[in-house]
């Protein structure tokens, strides 16, 4: 065999063994994405529910609260960036950063400072590497979370907002930045503010993104009785509404992971099957180029023998 | 007889849902029992069980759950309770729960006493 089919040999062999593995992963991927797609819609009637009970305290109340009222001349932001711990995902990863990139610069140019929260490995190396500061982060989760870890997300950033304005950790609004999952093919990196809401729009606007489809347009709402008091209620039930968003995106965020993994590795499969072929081709056409020399190198040696014996006899 | 429609959901699921003739639940200002026809409320919950007298299509009977915490909300003879867990008495499991009990008992650790006892309470109470 020659030397160069040989190296086709080697090369053809070793994409080959990752067209395996890439073909592996797509699978593992498609099969996850149905479970967190189940997910994202287990968690809906909750979120449903919960969005309109706000919704009903906001129309049904005029409450003054940390939460909802929009302070004057806001001056600190929070971030919250979700993205996965791993890559191979496509673009998954990088687009979400870059919309959180473009959130972080007009938030700098309305004159606010920004603070950094995040979910994910790929996202906290990336902000590591750029020297930036990350208030607080976490991973371990992005591709099965649990409410337990929403909960854990949503506590500091909780904190940060009731605290007090101008003391060291208050944040004055609380953006969060995730992948949808829109369909399968489909996964968009959105920018949301989920506090404060200001009532009467942005929580039936906040419904509406949530509810997508269930309702749309103005509903006349009842006149609610409170147990113990409109405060108490919206005391407790907001916390548990930014948990439940907050959950809803980590669902969906790793629904869109999936998906893009699934994706990502089902392009590669498909380049790997296509740079088999062509090298299958060269390869082909080496072994073809050796016969070929092989040949016309005994031919050439047996002519030579031929000449040199006809000249001896003459 | 008029009826109400429950849905008692968790973050990460709906665990029931149906028709009721009667819901009984602890909110944080005392128990409160929900008939239809009552007026619009919003309330917070305690961890503590509920009681669900089904009716109409569901059959008669009594549902219970247990529920830590959450919010309960009523309106046009619509109930939602919502918790961030909630478990159906049936669906508890007596020894385990007691066994956390025990152990939260030992170990002083007051918020687990509360779990478990709310759920070996509702899991009696079935």
Known sequence: MGAQTRVYKRRIKSVTATKKITRAMEMIAASRIVKAQRRVAASEPYSTELTRAVTAVATGSNVEHPLTTEVERPTRAAVLLIVSDRGLAGGYNSN?????????????GEGKEVVNYIVGTRGVTY????????????????????????????????????????????????????????????????????????????????????????????????????????????????????????????????????????????????????????????????????ITQEISEIVGGASALADASAGSDR | MAELHVELVAADRQVWSGEASLVVARTTSGDIGVMPGHQPLLGVLEPGSVTIRTAGESGEGSVVAAVHGGFLSFADDKLSLLAEIAELADEIDVERAERALERAKSEADTAAERRAEVRVRAAAGR
Do not use: C
């Open chain 1, 96 to 108: 979400a950063i870059k919309a959180a990139d473009q959130l972080t610069n007009r938030l700098i």
């Open chain 1, 127 to 290: 902000y590591r590497f750029r020297e930036r500061v990350i208030a607080k982060s976490w991973s371990g989760f992005t591709d099965n979370p649990t409410y337990a870890d929403a909960k854990a997300v949503a506590e500091p950033l909780i904190e940060a907002i009731q605290a007090e304005r101008g003391s060291e950790h208050s944040v004055d609004e609380l953006h969060i930045v995730y992948t949808e999952f829109v369909s399968m093919m489909t996964q968009t990196p959105v920018k949301d503010r989920m506090l404060p809401l200001s009532f009467k729009e942005t929580a039936e606007e906040s419904a509406e993104v949530i509810e997508g489809h269930i309702k749309k347009g103005p509903e006349i709402r009842p006149l609610y009785d409170f147990e113990p008091s409109a405060e108490e209620v919206l005391d407790a039930l907001l916390p548990r509404y930014v948990e439940s968003r907050i959950y809803n995106a980590l669902l969906q965020a790793a629904a869109s992971k999936h998906a893009a993994t699934r994706r990502a590795m089902k392009s590669a499969t498909d380049n790997a099957e296509d740079l088999i072929k062509s090298l299958t081709r060269l390869a082909n056409a080496a072994r073809q180029a050796d």
